[in-house]
């Protein structure tokens, strides 16, 4: 197998096994057909080029002290925050989103109906998932798909881990757009019977899992050419600070842009209130006004979110 690979294609694959597979050194170089000195040397590689990332958690304590004050001053059912290193975002994001796959996966239980959005974070979140045996549990797409050649929400890959993860053959996606060209198009889409069944069956769902979103050009909407300059124009004019399940609201967790709501296809926002729980994982102080804007709205009841967004959740709010 050794022959087949290229040198980076062996470390990549040998340190995954060995961080997030718990495989041996011995159990690698018998796979590889390699020496465990060789497999010591690949993982030591690993390190020295950035493909694995090592932080020590030195506060572990002041996350504690971080949820207490989360949850005393936010209507939360339960809150987890994740000490994540300043200067490296894209460990965060990893180290955050592998904490909340743990967490999240403690409140999903047998015969649940489980909505999810998409997103890089919960994508990454979807992969590091636990297995679970959920007896006719269900995993359903709550908001239109925006892959495109440009950009990728990962909507179906997140959907098709999750079911994997979960041990549930019943997985469902929302196969349209995440945004029509206008209304009209989008109530002509909702006249069709199997799409307003596939609707209806994602606002059934009793638990969420969905993702937050700038109002600006880092916005999936807009790579994806939803959304352009204009909009973001507008929306910035309308205090957007962000968008919960595609929906964009102000400060106030109020929706703030009634026409670009009128042609998004998905679950609303009337929608995220009354389920048993709505989670959501934060890894980007950019996201904290529109976290802090959800949370007041009662949209967000579980919450995940890494140490620096935390505290600056706090500070926004005082």
Not at 51 to 75: T, Y
Request: aromatic share 6%.
């Amino acid at each position: 197998m050794r022959d087949r690979m290229n040198d980076i294609d062996l470390i990549k694959r040998a340190a995954g096994l060995y961080y997030n597979h718990d495989c041996t050194q011995s159990d690698i170089a018998e796979r590889f057909g390699i020496s465990r000195a060789k497999v010591s040397r690949v993982l030591a590689q690993a390190r020295e080029k950035g493909i694995v990332k090592i932080f020590i958690d030195d506060e572990a304590g002041g996350s504690s002290l971080l949820e207490d004050r989360l949850m005393s001053r936010f209507p939360l059912k339960a809150a987890k925050v994740i000490s994540v290193p300043e200067q490296d975002a894209a460990l965060a994001v990893q180290i955050t989103a592998q904490e909340a796959a743990a967490f999240f996966s403690g409140f999903l239980a047998p015969g649940d109906r489980i909505g999810v959005s998409w997103g890089y974070t919960l994508y990454t979140m979807a992969k590091y998932f636990p297995e679970l045996a959920l007896g006719n549990a269900s995993v359903v797409q709550v908001t239109g798909s925006v892959d495109n050649t440009s950009t990728r929400s990962h909507a179906g890959e997140i959907v098709s881990l999750l079911s994997q993860k979960l041990h549930t053959a019943d997985a469902y996606t929302l196969p349209c757009p995440a945004m029509l060209d206008n209304s009209i198009i989008l109530d002509m889409l909702l006249h069709d019977a199997k799409v307003k069944k596939m609707l209806d069956l994602a606002c059934s769902c009793n638990k969420l899992i969905v993702s937050l979103a700038q109002a600006n050009e880092t916005c999936c909407l807009y790579r994806a050419d939803y959304i352009g300059d204009r909009e973001i124009a507008q929306l910035r004019e309308k205090n957007a600070v962000g968008s919960i399940c595609c929906r964009f609201v102000n400060e106030e967790g109020e929706l703030c842009d009634q026409a670009l709501d009128d042609r998004t296809f998905g679950i609303r926002l009337s929608d995220l209130r009354g389920k048993e729980q709505v989670m959501t994982c934060v890894a980007d102080p950019g996201k904290v006004p529109v976290l802090h804007a959800c949370l007041r709205a009662r949209y967000v009841d579980v919450l995940a979110i890494d140490s620096l967004s935390a505290a600056k959740l706090l500070e926004m709010d005082d």
